[in-house]
Structure formats: structure tokens, C-alpha cells
């Protein structure tokens, strides 16, 4: 019986010091917020420049605002200005930075890891934040490079065919099913084949096999076309396209009747990510965390998923966690891609070597 008591007596002391400590944390974190949410508020107004296809542009951009104030009690004002293609943006504000000017827009938003890798090195040109520790609802996996880049919605690439011209039997459920010589003549890629240089890294197929299967798949391949294409599908120019950049893209034709199909190849999976990261030489850095912070809110997902059919496998409640969960319950583990991940191996030079053979189908 005094075993009994003592173990229940120990248990007990152990949950209350676990609660203590978790209600320290929490303190902690409102500590922090409100200090941030008072520089914010003194800064008062955010300059964010992006192209018009990201979040809807102006209306994007004032929906967004609103929600971030209403979400911390701000009165936080935006100027936006239409902007180059992301890669341009962040040569742009690696150039200021090199330079000590201010970077052009508080905010930068990146949709790609290797655009993020640019404003890392040579020089980190990214503030660094303890994002959990400020926002609970953060996971600290949706974070690289020590707190520079904040992952905001992901993305699972994979093939997209029509359902008329592919028959039940080749509908390919992974790369090798494109190599079936009944789908000879069928098949599309990008020009840049994206998502094949992640493959090239040392977690998933290596250089060699994916120079391999990227040679094999080249005699496939009728044409190229750029992600967002998808109407050439729908057509049947192409029945196939591999990699997409991902099912939002897609799903707008499959919401309005178009015959397409998205797989999730099996052999290949993976989720890479879109990012808000914050210069070190904005003017309003601190409106700038809140900005990306409100992303990853409930508000801030719903409103991803509205505009571009993306959100964050890694927030609870979303259309990719649960995506993310039934790949699991399958059997299939996405490979999680990050920045620090990009950044290990020399993803660019693997890029460059696929990109230079499946050119020649273009030609």
C-alpha cells in the first residue's frame, strides 16, 4: 500500500511539474508575442513586393493584413507593389543587402528551397527567429536554416493524366510506370525537370539512378511544358505530365468537371515547401514575423487553401495532413524536403546535368 501511495505520490509530482513547465512556456511565448506585437504596432506599415500570380496580388495582400490584425490586435497598414518572378526577387534583396541599402519588400516569399539556398549563402541575408518558441502553434519542423525560413504550405509533386486517354490498366502509380512502352509517345515534363534534382540527393535515388531514369524517360517523352499547363492534358495533347509541381494546380480543372487525375508516385515521394522569410535589412521586421506567423494560422492556411490549393502538412486540420497521413498509413513516407536539405548536397550542378538531357526533346 505505501508502494502504492509513493508511486501515485511521485506520478502526481512529475504531471505537475510537466504542467508548470508547460505553463512557464506558454508564459513565456505571450511575452514574447506582446513584445513583438508592440514593435510591430511602432513600425506601422509593411512594404511587400511579389508578383500579381502570388496570393492574388492586391486583393491577396489586403485580405491577408486584415487578417493578420485582426489576429494580434494590430492596425498595421501595407504597401504593395507588383514585383519580378521569385528568383529575381531574391537576387534583388541579396544585391541591397550586399550593398546596405534596405531590401525593397519586408517579406519575402519563396515557393521553391533553392530560392531560399540564394539568400543563405554566400551570406545569410535572412533574419533569424526563434518562431516556436514566439508562435505555439508553429512546429518547429516547419523551420530552416536556425529560424531564416518559415514553411508555410507544402507541396507533393507528382503525375497528373487524363482519365479519358489512360487506360485503368497504365495509369502510372509511380516513376517506373512511365517507362511502360504502351505510354511511349504520351508523356510530358518541364523544361527544367523539377523535382528530379531532389530525387538526385543522397535521400532518396542518388545522381546516378535518377541520371539513369531521367536518360530512359527522355525516349518517353513527347513534349515539355511548364507547371500550370494543365489545360494541354485536359486537351490530350500531352495525356501525361511528370512531375507536376503540385495538385493545386490541378484541382481547379478537376473542380469544373476537367478529366484529370492526380497521383502521388510511390516511388518518388516527397513534399516540398513555399516560404515566408524576412531580410535582415527590411524596415519592418517585426510587422514582417507577424506577417509570416499569420500564415500559419488556421485563418492563414484557409485563406492558401482558397487561393492556390496549398497549406501545411504539418498544421492539424488541413487538406495535406491529412494527405500527409494516409501516404503514411500506405506505406509511403514523403521524403520531407527543407532548405538545410537542398543545401547538403549540390543540387544546383545535379539541376543543370537533367536539365541538359531532356533538352534535346525540346529541340
Known amino acids: 500500500m505505501t508502494l502504492i501511495v509513493s508511486l501515485v505520490a511521485a506520478l502526481s509530482l512529475s504531471l505537475l511539474g510537466s504542467l508548470l513547465n508547460d505553463a512557464a512556456a506558454a508564459v513565456k511565448a505571450n511575452e514574447k508575442l506582446a513584445a513583438l506585437i508592440k514593435a510591430a504596432q511602432t513600425e506601422g506599415m509593411l512594404n511587400l513586393v511579389w508578383g500579381e500570380n502570388t496570393f492574388r496580388g492586391l486583393h491577396g495582400v489586403r485580405e491577408l493584413v486584415s487578417g493578420m490584425n485582426k489576429e494580434f490586435g494590430t492596425s498595421i497598414i501595407a504597401n504593395w507593389t507588383p514585383g519580378p518572378s521569385q528568383p529575381q526577387m531574391a537576387a534583388k534583396i541579396a544585391q541591397e543587402f550586399a550593398a546596405g541599402v534596405p531590401s525593397t519588400s519586408d517579406v519575402y516569399i519563396g515557393g521553391s528551397e533553392t530560392y531560399i539556398a540564394t539568400l543563405a549563402t554566400p551570406l545569410m541575408v535572412l533574419d533569424q527567429f526563434d518562431w516556436a518558441a514566439t508562435f505555439p502553434q508553429i512546429d518547429p519542423a516547419a523551420v530552416s536554416l536556425k529560424g531564416a525560413a518559415l514553411e508555410i504550405s507544402g507541396r ?192 544546383l550542378k545535379y539541376a543543370k546535368e537533367l536539365e541538359n538531357i531532356i533538352k534535346i526533346v525540346g529541340n
Request: positive net charge; aromatic residues 10%; hydrophobic residues 40%.
Open 156 to 347: 507533393f509533386p507528382g503525375i497528373v493524366y487524363n482519365t479519358k486517354l489512360i487506360s485503368q490498366n497504365d495509369v502510372p502509380k509511380s516513376l517506373k510506370d512511365l517507362l511502360n512502352p504502351r505510354l511511349k509517345g504520351k508523356v510530358s515534363t518541364q523544361p527544367y525537370i523539377s523535382y528530379f534534382d531532389i530525387l538526385s540527393g543522397p535521400k532518396l535515388w542518388g545522381p546516378e539512378r535518377t541520371v539513369d531514369y531521367v536518360q530512359k524517360l527522355s525516349a518517353q517523352v513527347a513534349g515539355l511544358m511548364r507547371c500550370g499547363e494543365y489545360e494541354r492534358v485536359v486537351s490530350g495533347e500531352f495525356p501525361i505530365h511528370a512531375l507536376a509541381c503540385g495538385e493545386g494546380g490541378v484541382l481547379p480543372f478537376m473542380e469544373k468537371g476537367a478529366p484529370l487525375r492526380y497521383v502521388i508516385p510511390s516511388d518518388a515521394a516527397m513534399v516540398t515547401h513555399r516560404y515566408c522569410a524576412v531580410p535582415k535589412n527590411g524596415r519592418a521586421k517585426n510587422a514582417a514575423k507577424l506577417f509570416c506567423a499569420f500564415l500559419m494560422t488556421k485563418s492563414g492556411q484557409e485563406f492558401q487553401w482558397n487561393v492556390d490549393r496549398q497549406d501545411s502538412e504539418k498544421f492539424p486540420g488541413t487538406r495535406y495532413n491529412r494527405i500527409l497521413k494516409e501516404l503514411n498509413a500506405a506505406g509511403v513516407k514523403p521524403l520531407d524536403v527543407s532548405v538545410d536539405y537542398v543545401m547538403s548536397f549540390p543540387v
